[in-house]
């Protein structure tokens, strides 16, 4: 069963007048439409949509909503009645960057003009139980101490910010403002304070949709400086959902 926090993102990009839930060409179901635009809203794994984005992205402007949680509130709870036992901060913070460990699965279609992809900061609380008899299967189950606890839902606590890769242009406004051109993974990894794989995934993404393209390899790697070609826009409305 999806988390609150897939029902309530959906409430949120559907606004007054959008639709919920909508069948399309009799074999997809999209999260939202709104004003001609269909909002997929993805808290999981942005693989798992890859084929259904695909199929639709000729015909339909799309805009995949991926959520990143900024502080998650972790509440304990009683695996019967989900009482709440007690609650903390997570040590844990999440960054837009963050995202990019998904996007590379969706790297080539964000060149697409019908394409775009929002990522929405937000807080979460997440609800967790103690062994909770169905979080695994019976092999999970066996290689699980007992008191470990597991996520059962998820929810919207507030919303701190967007940011959407509309155009290659985007892409690269979420570069560092220190990092310089040209400039190799290990350059972008030292100018974002993010790891060598990160930095990875990051300048895949934006390579394959348009956003820089590459000089010159060298011992270091490959240099890139953002490419010379901008293809506009993508077309619909798109005041559901602002930068």
């Known amino acids: 069963m999806p988390f609150d926090l897939h029902r309530q993102l959906q ?30 809203i993805q808290t999981r794994r942005l693989s798992n949509i890859k084929n259904k984005i ?14 990143i949680s900024v502080n998650t509130t972790i509440v304990h709870c009683d695996g019967v009645d989900l009482r709440e036992c007690d609650r903390r901060p997570s040590p844990k913070q999440g ?13 080539h279609l964000l060149a697409h003009p019908n394409m775009a992809l929002e990522i929405v900061l937000v807080d979460t609380e997440d609800i967790r139980v103690k062994g909770d008899p169905h979080a695994a299967t019976r092999r999970r189950r066996r290689r699980r101490r007992h008191s470990e606890w597991t996520t059962v839902n998820r ?3 507030a919303t701190r910010g967007r940011v959407r ?13 220190t990092v310089e051109f040209p400039f190799c993974t290990r350059d972008l990894a030292d100018a974002a304070g993010t790891s060598l794989s990160r930095a ?23 240099k890139y400086e953002p490419a010379l070609t901008d293809p506009g826009r993508m077309p619909g409305d798109t005041s559901g959902a602002t930068r």
């Not at 890769?165 to 403002?177: M, N, R, S, V, Y």
């Open 95 to 107: 960054h837009a960057l963050d995202a990019f460990s998904e996007t590379v699965y969706l790297a």
């Open 155 to 157: 929810r919207l606590t």
């Open 200 to 222: 990875q995934q990051i300048l895949y993404t934006l390579f394959h949709m348009g956003a820089l393209r590459r000089v010159r390899r060298t011992r270091s790697g490959w």
């Open 54 to 67: 695909a199929s639709l992205l000729e015909t339909t402007p799309i805009v995949i909503v991926y959520p």
């Open 165 to 177: 890769l509309d155009t290659p242009a985007d892409g690269l406004q979420l570069l560092p403002p």
């Open 11 to 40: 409430e949120l990009y559907a606004g007054e007048d959008g639709q919920r839930e909508v069948r399309i060409n009799g074999s997809f179901v999209a999260d939202v439409v709104r004003h001609g635009v269909i909002y997929e």
